[in-house]
């Protein structure tokens, strides 16, 4: 008698262990939003460098961020980013500014190109908000563009966005924060011109 008892005993322990993993990591990343070609531009024959985008008010890193109210924030356990963040808007911006050909050329800062342009960037935020049963993809972002020659500031802009949540968890935040991207990519390319 004894000896069935030790095997349905250990059946239950490896079937109970089997129930107490923990999800897998999800991973998401940007899309690259479809844009329109800029056929006539002032930068034509000039080189754009994007630099590393800054973040204002949090650590830049692939972790997902979320906040329940102004005070009350924290980062998704088992969801990221491909990369950093800031990596990953710097990518999509070179992509999107590419494909517009409003410059001749765009490049990252690490490039040894001689640039005409510089355009920099900081993130004051880029989280999913959460407030009781409503939820928001919440992007801020301030762009400068600057003469390489002399230095000097030409212009600048912050672009924020609020697009609600299909779902109040990771994948809607990240359907969400590309259709802000979409947007910002439109206002982006809009504003330069």
């Known amino acids: 008698m004894r000896s069935i008892i030790l095997p349905i005993s250990t059946i239950l322990c490896v ?3 089997g129930c107490t993993q923990a999800p897998s990591m999800k991973v998401y990343d940007l899309e690259i939003p479809h844009v329109k070609m800029v056929y006539a531009s002032p930068y034509k024959k000039k080189v754009l460098k994007v630099t590393f985008p800054n973040s204002v008010r949090e650590q830049i890193s692939q972790k997902m961020h979320f906040s329940y109210s102004d005070s009350d924030n924290g980062t ?3 969801s990221r980013w491909s990369n950093n963040i800031s990596q990953l808007l710097q990518g999509t911006l ?3 500014l590419e494909r517009s050909k409003l410059f001749k050329v765009v490049l990252t800062d690490s490039s040894t190109v001689k640039e005409d342009y510089r355009l920099e960037s900081n993130i004051f935020i880029f989280e999913h908000e959460v407030r009781e049963k409503q939820s ?3 992007v801020s ?3 400068t563009l600057i003469d390489a020659d002399t230095g000097k500031l030409l212009k600048s802009k912050r672009f924020s966005y609020r697009e609600k949540t299909t779902t109040i968890d990771a994948k809607g935040y990240v359907v ?3 259709i802000i991207i979409e947007k910002l990519a439109r206002d982006l390319i809009a504003w330069l011109q």
Do not use: E, P, T, W
């Open 176 to 178: 969400a924060s590309n």
């Open 136 to 138: 928001h993809s919440v």
């Open 15 to 17: 079937g109970m262990l």
């Open 94 to 96: 070179i992509d999107i």
């Open 141 to 143: 972002i301030q762009f």
């Open 76 to 78: 998704y356990l088992n």
